[in-house]
Every structure is written in C-alpha cells, then in structure tokens.
C-alpha cells in the first residue's frame, strides 16, 4: 500500500498589506495526503523570510535567523528530522494497510516527535517516540535506503500491535519474550506465490525472528547510550533459535555462463536487460543498491571504483572478460544522470529474475529448510523462483571462492570487514569441492 504525500515547509507570514508584514515568521510544516487530508505543525522556529528559499524548503546557508540568531544549518537539520519523521509515520499506516485521517497522523506524529499524549509522564518520551527519533537519526546518520526505512517502520508496527503501551523503564525481558511469542503466531504471506494467489503462513521464520531481535537491541543500546534507557537487556537477552543459517541462493558456475549466453526472445527483450545487469553483479560482486547508482565516471579501464550505498565503504573491484563486456555493450546508451547500466527498480527486477529464469532453464530442484518455533519446514522449489537480485552477490562469492580465489580477496571485492561472513559461503565450498572428489570414486 502507498499513500501518496507532499510534505511542505513554509514561513507564515504575519501581517496584512495594509499594515505590513514582519520580517520573520513561524516556520510550519503542511503534510497534504491521500487526496484532499491536510495536517498542520509548528516546526519550533522562526526565520527570516528573505534568508528562506522556497524552492528548496531550506534556510539560505550561513544565515542566522530570528532574536536569538538561530544558524541556518540548526533550522535545516530540525527540518529534514521531521520530514524523515513524518516518512516513517505514513510507513507505518502502509504497512498496517490502513489509510489514518488527520487526528491520527497527528496523535502518531507527536508520539514519534516525543510530544506527551496519554500517561506520558511530562518531560519524558515514550518508547514509541524514541524508537521513530532512533530511525529518523540512524537513517540520516547512516543514509539508509527506502528498504531499510521500510524494514524499520516494519518492526515498529509489529512492538506497537503486541504492546502499544511499551515503556523503556518498565521494559522487562518478560516482554521481549511476548513479543518473540506474538512473533511465532503472527500470519504472514509466503513467497513466491502460488497461481497468483497470496499463501500465509503462521508465525514469522527463526531466522526473520533473530534479526528483528538484533535490531531491537540496536535501539535499546542506542538509548542506552542516550541515557534513555537504564536496563541491560541489549547485553544480557540473547535467545537462541534453531535453524538461524541463512539460504544461500546462488548459481552455478555453469547456471550462470548458461544465463549469460541465453538469447532473450524477441518477444520477451525487456528481459535482455535484467540479464545483462544480474550477470554484471555476478562477476563483480555488487549488491543492487550499488550497481543502480553505478555511472560512468566510477568505471576506469580495468576496474570500478565505488563508495557502497549500505556501508559507505570505498572498494575497487577489478573488471573480468564478462563485467567488461557488458559495461562495454552499453557504453553508447544515454542513461538518465551518467548511469551505466539499465536498472529497473528492484521489486519489478525481483519479478522478471523468475520469468527469467525459467525461460532460460534454471529450473534444478532447490530444498529450502527453515524453522517456525521448533517446527522444521521444508519446501522444494525451482531454482527461478527463488532467484532475487541479491543471488547475483552471492554467486559472485561462491564462485569465486569455488575458483581458489582467497577469502581476503573476495571480502576486498564485497566489502565484507567480517570473516564470519564468509562462513556460510565456505561451507557450501567445502561441499561442492566433497561433490567434486567423490567423481574419481565413480571411475
């Protein structure tokens, strides 16, 4: 569910024509959405309204507003704090597939802006509000993706539905453990879809369960550190799940140079560039996030130079006879703002990976093992319908390692700074190399 939004910031002129107006005004941020809805707020300042660019919705930089001479840059950060704010407020109706009206975005935004509703005691947040102030800083702090806002906004509304009264001193490891339990029982749709009919399931996976779990003690220690939060349960709560080892989904050696060589049908030639991208991150490693904002000026002859969108790392990572071959196929394409490659959006990549796949006969049977609780699940499925943009990453990696390159070397092409990392991958690697040794025992 989208709901369509147009946050505003302006100064509210005071005065008439007649008798003139101040020099400065109330800064006011105007939320208009799903059609007609309008919700008003102060931001907390004011500004000069000839030190203000309309445009922009920015004060002009360098420039102190007001009295108390309020530096630009202060005004400007307390106003993309609470757009990305008013971002996650909206996220959260989304995902609950609700559409709020205007008391509601209100209620919501002050609880996320730290405003007292309720019990609240005056002068301190409630858990709410500091989880959507954590979001908003780490996101900017970090420059997260529209993803990981979603992810975020996600493990919100699932703490907000067990428990909408929440509260950081009160927040006992009884609690966490009631949420781990309203986790397990919770539906939730599977993929892929059968006959385009949704499936659901009940309870989230293990493995979805630990990282949501990872994330809440990222924010307890970040309150913690904000002297928010006096307890301990970051450090000492740590439950244990089976079956937490992540699939790893990727292609062969010979899957992947079969895909390479696949003559898309002339029918089907929007899927000629999905090839073409998934295989150039195959050979060089590049999550999706990296290879869509991949331009021609990170590309020199024999390597690609990038600073990672996730980790804002810096990498260099050598070209190969195939990545180069594709960069070079579209070299003459004038892609919108200097990009290299065609890249869709990721949800419509995700959907035309299987399409494609299966027309180019990827179509081995994969065993997928996971756990609900301490229920084993197994599902077999085509390789195509598991394929999704970050398989590219993986091959790469598997591949790689299967070929002899060393671990040091291929965590300097991903960016991995963590050996642990590569663990899953080894394992696979010792695996296929076992498969390779029992041949001589078929002579």
Known sequence: MNIQRNILFFPDREGTEATGYKSDAKLRMRIR????????????????????????????????????????????????????????????????????????????????????????????????????????????????????????ASIRSHLHAFNPNLSLTNLSENDLQGFVIYLHGIHVPKAPEKDGKKQYQVGLRNTTISKTLAFVRWFLRWAYGRGYYEGKLHLTWRPKFKGTDKEVIHLTWTELIDLYNYKVPESKQYLERVKDVFCFQCFTSLRYSDVAKLSRSDIRDTFISIVTQKTGDGLKIELNNYSKAILDKYKDFPFPDGKALPVISNVKMNEYLKELGELAGINEMQRITYFLGNKRVEEVHPKYDLLTTHCGRRTFIVIALHLGIPAEVVMSFTGHSDYSAMKPYIKIVDELKKQEMNKFNLK
Not at 81 to 91: G, S, Y
Not at 108 to 117: C, R
Not at 118 to 123: D, E, I
């Open 33 to 152: 959405y799903g059609g007609g809805s309008l919700v008003n707020f102060n931001v907390g300042y004011r500004v000069d309204i000839d030190k203000w660019i309309k445009d922009a919705q920015r004060c002009k930089p360098g420039t102190t507003h007001g009295k108390k001479k309020i530096p630009a840059g202060e005004i400007n950060a307390e106003i993309q704090r609470l757009e990305q704010l008013a971002d996650n407020v909206f996220k959260s109706f989304e995902i609950s597939g609700e559409v709020p009206n205007p008391d509601q975005i209100r209620n919501e935004f002050n609880i996320a802006n730290g405003k007292q509703t309720g019990s609240t005691p005056k002068g301190k947040k409630n858990f709410f509000g500091l989880f959507d102030e954590f979001t908003s800083s780490m996101g900017v702090q970090n420059e997260w993706t529209e993803a990981t806002f979603t992810k975020f």
